[in-house]
């Protein structure tokens, strides 16, 4: 997967390889997520609080019009939500979802402008209406 200079630079920056939580394999990164986000969804969506935006970053990640650097970007940051193993445990209370919370904070903010209004429709419906089955692309 090739990254763009701006992706490359901004992961720098903050210290973050991406691959190390996906894989350098663009195929096998966003498997990891597809598979494992739903399961991750269900547990934490109810004390998560960028609930809707997770979900609108997932299906910006499955969405085939959505540049590679960015995908890049989103599946680190999903895979690290849906990852057992984080810097700190998802058990703990308060602190155990704010690191994941960061990521996907910085994750949002980086990738915001290819966040279509569809992305974000789709995680309001997923989430109000059938959070209980997987999403689908």
């Known amino acids: 997967m090739r990254l763009s200079t701006a992706a ?3 992961w720098s920056k903050a ?3 991406p691959g190390v939580y996906v894989g350098r394999d663009e195929a096998t990164a966003e498997e990891a ?7 991750a ?3 934490h969506l109810r004390k998560f609080p960028l609930a809707r935006e997770t979900v609108a970053l997932y299906f910006c990640l499955i969405d085939p019009t959505t540049p590679a650097w ?11 939500f849906v990852l057992p193993l984080d810097a700190i445990p998802d058990f703990l209370p308060i602190v155990g979802l704010g690191d994941d919370a960061s990521i996907l904070a910085a994750a949002y903010a980086a990738v915001s402008a290819h966040i279509t ?8 419906a997923w989430i109000e209406h059938d ?5 689908a692309a």
Do not use: N
């Open 8 to 10: 490359k630079s901004w």
């Open 15 to 17: 210290g973050i390889d």
């Open 33 to 39: 997520v597809r598979t494992g986000f739903a399961a």
């Open 41 to 43: 969804a269900k547990r």
């Open 70 to 80: 960015v995908k890049a970007i989103v599946a680190a940051a999903l895979a690290y």
């Open 117 to 124: 209004p569809e992305h974000r429709d789709k995680a309001h």
């Open 131 to 135: 959070h209980l089955v997987e999403p």
